[in-house]
């Protein structure tokens, strides 16, 4: 009763520490530390139950769809999609990998992290196959190059997935990854010619956003069953790509060490330096604020929803997580 009493304590402190000043659109934030559920609320008239837009944080989950797929061996990373779109003609574009598009290295000619652009999202939604819209995008430089983040490359590993396993990606997604997580609350984004969005655009429930980040944090394993190989976790998320680009100097952190993210398959890293502080964060992103994030010198999984859309605020689940998150809980503390 007394170890019971205690983390009710630590719940209560912990929520105090975190919601007692404003927090600027953001919808929920949900804090797991081991197996414990340490704080799970709610904003703006959002409830548990309600559905949120995960914007770009869903190109993480492609990634684990897409290392389900590598397991199986129906796909492997330098397949290129000359085998599953034999009717590409442009040699350039068949010689594209499936690491390239994980790696967002295609070339082709799509930007939309830097505002550099061409931005090819918006043009995509207006076409009635996204799948081919995509496939007509032109070639900027060779494949396997340089980092251009964008929404095409996860459309067509989506569209991969699909055609070498003979199921739509929402099927195969549901039958892979939602049905043994447990996941039954949620909804795609479909084109008008019924190809599930891969880029972004999925809603679902915080709740289930934090299941995603806990599979990750225990490298694929859910409930003694393992959903995703540990190999394809390590690969995926080893994240060594330089970016130039600090999601924490965004954030308008003051007194902050200030390093590049990083990018993996569909993944960031970050090292967070503050007071104290001296961590790695793992994370999902989604403009507004949409975040999954393993910090594993914590034993920690964080999630949060926002609506601070095409806005530096959308960063400041970062200055959260250092300020207010971090400073009250111990490195390995590993609460059960």
């Known amino acids: ?17 975190i919601v007692s000043n404003p927090l600027v659109n953001i919808d929920a934030i949900i804090v797991q530390q081991g197996d414990s559920i340490l704080l799970e609320e709610y904003f703006n008239g959002y409830l548990a139950d309600s559905l949120h837009d995960t914007r770009s944080s869903f190109k993480s ?48 000619n799509c930007e939309e992290f830097y505002g550099l652009g061409p931005e090819c999202e918006d043009a995509m939604w207006e076409s009635d196959d996204w799948i081919a819209f995509c496939l007509d995008v032109e070639m900027i430089g060779k494949s396997g190059l340089n980092w251009s983040y964008n929404s095409i490359d996860p459309m ?47 809603f679902m429930r915080p709740i289930d956003m934090m299941k995603i980040a806990s599979l990750v944090r225990y490298n694929g394993l859910w409930e003694d069953q393992q959903v995703i190989s540990s190999n394809w976790i390590h690969q995926s998320t080893a994240c060594n790509i330089p970016i130039d680009y600090s999601f924490c100097r965004y954030s308008r952190m003051s007194n902050a060490t200030y390093q590049s993210a990083r990018y993996g398959f569909y993944w960031y890293k970050e090292r967070l330096i503050h007071d104290k502080i001296d961590t790695e964060v793992l994370f999902a992103s989604g403009n507004g604020g949409q975040y999954m994030m393993i910090i594993p010198d914590y034993n920690l999984s964080v999630v949060f929803t926002g609506s601070n ?11 959260i997580l250092l300020e207010r998150i971090l400073p009250n809980l111990q490195i390995d503390e590993g609460i059960k």
């Open 156 to 202: 067509l590993l989506g569209e991969v997935i699909s055609r070498a396993s003979g199921l739509s990606v929402m099927e195969f997604a549901k039958q892979y990854l939602f049905d043994p997580l447990e996941i039954s609350n949620y909804r795609w984004t479909v084109s008008p010619k019924g190809q599930g969005m891969t880029a972004g655009s999925f």
């Open 61 to 108: 989950i492609t990634s684990l769809l897409a290392g389900i797929a590598i397991d199986q061996g129906i796909i492997q990373l330098e397949d290129r999609l000359g085998k599953f779109f034999p009717n590409i003609r442009n040699q350039n574009k068949r010689d594209i990998s499936v690491r390239d598009l994980l790696e967002m290295r295609s070339g082709l």
């Open 309 to 319: 859309y095409g806005s530096w605020r959308g960063k400041q689940p970062f200055k």
């Open 1 to 17: 009763m007394a170890q019971e009493n205690d983390l009710i304590n630590l719940r209560i402190n912990f929520k105090n520490a």
